[in-house]
């Protein structure tokens, strides 16, 4: 009788690394010990860790993705609508954001939401391919309930984030979002989120059950197991902290704080990274053309790295773009960069046809050979660019370090050199300005100061750019131009209790310049209920008294 063919292996690689880097265990373990000591690694953590990980395993999943794409011919035309032509209205949408802010705040208001879905989807066919390669019958009816149980964790995530005056919690440590392109919630009110919460939270948790039920008794442990870790990693990543926040549950354990969200779920993208560069690497190797890991890894970092470095040194404020990187140039590369990768990965990871034959049936990619190697041409003009950029990437990671270590120390001519050097790379800061002009103001460097405070101004206005721009005056004693300052700040926007102080100093100098006048405009606009109010009336009775020059 003829012998039916063997069924191909659960495992992609075997079951230890599946289940660490594909299933989620590495952050599942990592997570239990930082429930044990959660703090103390935060304390004792370097400032160049995560960093380091971003650029070592975050640019390389992007890498891996337009390598997928892009790199074989027959690739390119079989997405030809997605690599080409939607990549190009991205493309316009970037650059149209830079001078549009509404159009800004749209982009990174629509990265921040799609990309917890990303993470979502990703475990949901992940978990789909392992039930299906360990032989699990997995029916219509149970795949519609697994799939509403990853939908409705995603729910609990959107009903948070956009929330009246939420906060966008969910961005990795390094990413900038301080001034310009910002997230902008819906504005779901509250109480209609809390009342959703509750009910949300029972849906999720019968979806789950529906699931478990269903599967009783159809395959071993073994084939359940990946699956269902990635559960638990759904549920450690986003349904748990989102259900507590929405239930203003405060458990008191570090990784579920909301107060270090942020730093937690750079794990959580660290996790995500890997196991997206897992899967990549596993479809790459069952094509033709593999060379072994450590040459995909290389080409997916430098694949990766272009479009993080490119949009900064074409774009940034030295060379031919409006924006700084934290007036919202690093956001929106990152909410251009993620988009393009949440479409892409959308139109190639389908379940279905060549992706399950490999996948699933662990049959080799038969699209297409690997295209000839020519002498010399576009593709070697391709490659020499990403490694400009992967270099570029190297460079400023080295550059951020030794200016937050030189500034630390008080060494502001080593912090201000790396300043330029960064900002050569695109990656120029009116902050790094104010905050070196802030310091050279400290180190009675006044003309100093003003020079980098100007910078700051020209990339990011700001109230505190102005304040202290107003002090450097004051120090020369060019008290009109101090004043002028200080009012600047005064309309810039300040805090109530800054206002006061300086609307205290603005006073002070116009009476110095010998404007009492000036000195009386600026005194009215003072709130008589503030407690300081006494001296500005003093002040003012003093200006009165003086006649006007």
């Known amino acids: 009788m003829p012998s039916s063919a063997p069924r191909p292996s659960p495992w992609l690689f075997g079951p230890g690394p599946d289940l660490l880097f594909g299933c989620g265990l590495l952050y599942v373990l990592a997570f239990g010990l930082f429930l044990v000591a959660g703090p103390e690694l935060r304390s004792a953590q370097p400032s160049l860790l995560f960093p380091v990980l971003i650029l070592a395993l ?56 799609w990309s917890p879905w990303h993470y979502t989807g990703q475990n949901y066919g992940i978990a789909v391919m392992f039930l299906r390669r360990g032989g699990v019958a997995l029916d219509p009816g149970t795949k519609r309930w697994l799939y509403l149980s990853f939908l409705l964790s995603f729910a609990l995530v959107f009903l948070q984030m956009h929330t009246d005056a939420a906060r966008m919690s969910d961005l990795p440590i390094g990413y900038t979002s301080e001034q310009g392109a910002v997230f902008v919630p819906l504005g779901i009110p509250l109480g209609l989120a809390l009342g959703l919460a ?36 759904q549920l450690l990543w986003f349904s748990l902290p989102y259900a507590l ?18 730093h937690y779920f750079t794990w959580i993208a660290a996790a995500h990274f890997i196991q997206y560069l897992w899967i990549t690497a596993y479809y790459a190797r069952q094509s033709s053309g593999w060379s072994g890991h450590a040459r995909f890894y290389g080409k997916t970092a430098l694949a990766g790295a272009a479009p993080w470095t490119l949009p900064f040194l074409l774009l940034g404020p030295q060379a031919f773009g409006p924006l700084s990187a934290d007036a919202g140039l690093a956001l929106l590369v990152a909410a251009t960069v993620n988009i393009h990768h949440f479409v892409l990965d959308g139109a190639i990871w389908k379940l279905k046809g060549r992706i399950a034959d490999v996948l699933i049936r662990s049959g080799a990619d038969a ?15 391709v490659w020499a660019a990403c490694a400009l950029a992967l270099v570029a990437q190297i460079g400023r990671l080295v550059d951020e370090e030794v200016y937050r270590r030189s500034f630390a120390r008080g060494d502001l001519r080593a912090a201000r050199e790396a300043s330029e050097r960064l900002a050569r790379l695109g990656f120029e800061r009116g902050s790094v300005h104010l905050a070196l002009g802030q310091a050279l103001l400290r180190a009675g460097r006044p003309a100093e100061a003003r020079d980098r405070l100007w910078r700051s101004l020209e990339l990011a206005p700001t109230a505190a750019a102005h304040l202290a721009l107003g002090r450097t005056f004051e120090r020369e004693r060019l008290w009109a131009r101090a004043a002028e300052a200080y009012e600047t700040a005064l309309a810039a926007g300040l805090s109530p209790a800054d206002s006061v102080e300086t609307l205290g100093l603005a006073a002070s100098a116009w009476l110095a310049a010998e404007r009492p006048e000036r000195a009386l405009a600026v005194l009215e606009r003072a709130p008589p209920g503030d407690p300081r109010f006494g001296a500005l009336a003093d002040q003012a009775r003093r200006a009165r008294a003086r006649p006007s020059s």
Not at 215 to 224: D, S, T
Not at 252 to 259: F, I, Q, V
Not at 367 to 381: K, N, Q, S, T
């Open 245 to 262: 926040q929405l239930l203003r549950v405060a458990p008191g354990l570090d990784p579920l704080s909301w107060k270090f969200r942020g």
């Open 58 to 113: 975050g640019v390389p999943h992007y890498g891996a993705t337009l390598l997928r794409v892009y790199e074989r011919r027959h690739e390119r035309r079989a997405y030809v609508v997605f690599s080409v032509w939607v990549t190009l209205v991205i493309g316009a949408l970037f650059l149209a954001s830079l001078r549009t802010a509404a159009l800004a705040t749209f982009l990174v208001t629509l990265y921040l939401t």
């Open 367 to 381: 699209g297409g050979a690997a295209e000839p190697v020519r002498r010399f041409g576009l593709r070697h003009l």
């Open 198 to 233: 509750g009910p949300l939270c029972l849906a999720y948790v019968a979806a789950l059950g529906v699931v478990a039920f269903r599967l009783r008794g159809q395959a071993a442990w073994r084939a359940l197991a990946p699956a269902a870790l990635l559960t638990v990693s």
